[in-house]
């Protein structure tokens, strides 16, 4: 309490603050409405090489078929809980392609989740992005 002597005005302005901005601050969760993603039609837009480039994929209980470029690639999905799965592909075409790629949804709102990937076992690279659904 020492340290607060000398920026608030008195011990209870100082509490009441404190305690107010806590209150605050616990009125705001962040949506995870997870399972209503499990399956649809989904567009992912994101940036490579400075060009805006769109993916599309469809998903089911347990197969996730994605097109980018006219080319379609295939992965099991195996959810973990509700909000985080693995996939892996069907037919990798590199050694990198056959590390599963683990997906955690951060966020939901209406029909777009926000979400973090990264390689199975690599936490030190994870990357964000938004995912809309379709349909």
């Known amino acids: 309490m020492e340290a607060l002597k000398g920026s608030c005005p008195s011990h209870k ?3 009441l603050i404190f305690f107010g901005s806590l209150l605050i601050c616990s009125c705001f969760s962040v949506e995870r409405d997870c399972a209503k993603f499990h399956t649809g039609s989904f567009e992912f837009t994101s940036v490579i090489n ?5 993916s599309y994929f469809t998903r089911t209980n347990d197969l996730e078929i994605e097109s980018y470029e006219g080319k379609i690639d295939s992965a099991n999905i195996r959810w973990v809980n509700d909000c ?3 996939l892996t592909k069907i037919n990798p075409s590199s050694n990198q392609d056959k590390r599963p ?7 939901t709102e209406s029909n777009t989740y926000t979400f973090e990937y990264s ?3 690599k936490n030190d690279n994870k990357q964000r992005g938004t995912i809309k659904k379709i349909n």
Request: glycine content about 10%.
């Open 13 to 15: 302005t100082c509490l």
């Open 50 to 54: 400075g060009e805006i480039k769109t």
């Open 84 to 86: 985080e799965c693995i």
């Open 101 to 107: 790629v683990q997906i955690k949804i951060l966020s």
């Open 119 to 121: 390689l199975v076992g």
